[in-house]
């Protein structure tokens, strides 16, 4: 039974950086980050197959995701962050690499401001 917990989040200004953090209390084959901001849908923003990273258009280039498989930790680095950035944002994990998301965090949230 896979758990994962969300921290890291808080306030920050525009231009400024976070880094998220999740821990996972069992195997997790592929990791990915989610956000939903205030009355918009859920999105995805980045994600790692294996060592194949991807991202969404709008954060490619200024967001990082990474796993340290000794700590059983993925981490989200968000540079240059954007007033746009800010949501609630979540970690998720599949069994299986391919897979869907099936484990999710509780979620924390980023805050940026102008």
């Known amino acids: 039974q896979v758990q994962l917990a969300e921290s890291g989040g808080g306030s920050v200004q525009a231009g400024g950086s976070l880094r998220l953090s999740c821990v996972a209390s069992?195997?997790?084959?592929?990791v990915g980050w989610f956000r939903q901001a205030p009355g918009k849908e859920r999105e995805g923003v980045a994600h790692?197959?294996?060592?194949?990273?991807s991202y969404t258009d709008s954060v490619r280039g200024r967001f990082t995701i990474s796993r340290d498989n000794a700590q059983n930790t993925v981490y989200l680095q968000m540079d240059s962050l954007k007033v746009e950035d800010t949501a609630v944002y979540y970690c998720?994990?599949?069994?299986?690499?391919?897979?869907?998301?099936?484990?999710w965090g509780q979620g924390t949230q980023v805050t940026v401001l102008s």
């Open positions: 998720a994990a599949a069994r299986v690499c391919p897979g869907d998301y099936n484990v």
């Open positions: 069992g195997y997790t084959a592929c």
């Open positions: 790692l197959r294996g060592i194949s990273p």
